[in-house]
């Protein structure tokens, strides 16, 4: 017989399913993975549909509990309610890709390097985490990911995590591009935020692609960091 939380476990899964499925639904929480909080008619115009359906779909996503929404003057701001629903819907997405497709140019750029709810995603942060586990600036563990002293260190030479506490930690979050785990948590926010600050990288209008500058080739490439293009 199936016990009361298993016939629960199964509602919300379906009910989940149901939430995530609709194509501009899913369109939706795609653009707000990048941590940033968008207005409903932001959100109609990037899933194409008017102003009554995206009224209608967010909804739906916030009683599914994967969204959160303020009010400010007259608009309304919707972003995902929290970094493990980004986490999770990254997870989702992965699934269903044997392989990330990479002809078309704004794809491509997505799968070079992006926001993952506020830390680096794409090729270059599989990169970047790479090197940092062969020259021993960060322990590596199913539980967590530490920046280890050796880490201040040479980061912090280069102007990166130069405040960092020797204990600063995350977690991995599988890539969907890329299917390897990257960085994410307070580790992989704070790296994402310095990189941005230092100059190394720069958001790209209206997506949540990130572009990496010439002062940034020049930084990565004297810390040993290498991608394909």
């Given at each position: 017989?199936?016990?009361?939380?298993?016939?629960?476990?199964?509602?919300?899964?379906?009910?989940?399913?149901?939430?995530?499925?609709?194509?501009?639904?899913?369109?939706?929480?795609?653009?707000?993975?990048?941590?940033?909080?968008?207005?409903?008619?932001?959100?109609?115009?990037?899933?194409?549909?008017?102003?009554?359906?995206?009224?209608?779909h967010l909804r739906n996503l916030?009683?599914?509990?994967?969204?959160?929404?303020?009010?400010?003057?007259?608009?309304?701001?919707?972003?995902?309610?929290?970094?493990?629903?980004?986490?999770?819907?990254?997870?989702?997405?992965?699934?269903?890709?044997?392989?990330?497709?990479?002809?078309?140019?704004?794809?491509?750029?997505?799968?070079?390097?992006?926001?993952?709810?506020?830390?680096?995603?794409?090729?270059?942060?599989?990169?970047?985490?790479?090197?940092?586990?062969?020259?021993?600036?960060?322990?590596?563990?199913?539980?967590?990911?530490?920046?280890?002293?050796?880490?201040?260190?040479?980061?912090?030479?280069?102007?990166?995590?130069?405040?960092?506490?020797?204990?600063?930690?995350?977690?991995?979050?599988?890539?969907?591009?890329?299917?390897?785990?990257?960085?994410?948590?307070?580790?992989?926010?704070?790296?994402?935020?310095?990189?941005?600050?230092?100059?190394?990288?720069?958001?790209?209008?209206?997506?949540?692609?990130?572009?990496?500058?010439?002062?940034?080739?020049?930084?990565?490439?004297?810390?040993?960091?290498?991608?394909?293009?």
């Amino acid at each position: 017989m199936t016990s009361p939380i298993d016939q629960r476990a199964r509602f919300q899964l379906a009910q989940l399913g149901a939430a995530v499925g609709e194509p501009s639904r899913a369109t939706m929480l795609v653009a707000l993975l990048g941590g940033l909080a968008l207005p409903a008619s932001e959100l109609a115009r990037l899933a194409g549909v008017s102003a009554s359906t995206a009224t209608s779909h967010l909804r739906n996503l916030h009683q599914a509990g994967l969204l959160t929404v303020r009010t400010q003057g007259r608009h309304r701001y919707f972003a995902l309610a929290g970094p493990e629903v980004a986490d999770a819907l990254e997870r989702f997405a992965s699934l269903g890709l044997s392989e990330f497709p990479r002809r078309e140019p704004r794809r491509e750029a997505l799968a070079i390097a992006r926001t993952c709810y506020a830390h680096l995603a794409g090729r270059v942060a599989i990169a970047f985490w790479r090197r940092a586990v062969q020259a021993g600036w960060i322990a590596w563990s199913d539980e967590a990911v530490r920046l280890l002293a050796r880490g201040v260190s040479v980061l912090g030479a280069r102007g990166l995590l130069v405040d960092a506490p020797v204990d600063l930690a995350g977690t991995t979050c599988l890539d969907w591009s890329e299917r390897v785990p990257h960085v994410a948590g307070r580790l992989g926010v704070t790296l994402c935020h310095e990189l941005l600050a230092a100059g190394w990288m720069k958001r790209v209008a209206g997506a949540r692609t990130l572009r990496v500058t010439a002062r940034g080739e020049e930084g990565f490439g004297g810390l040993g960091v290498r991608w394909a293009y």
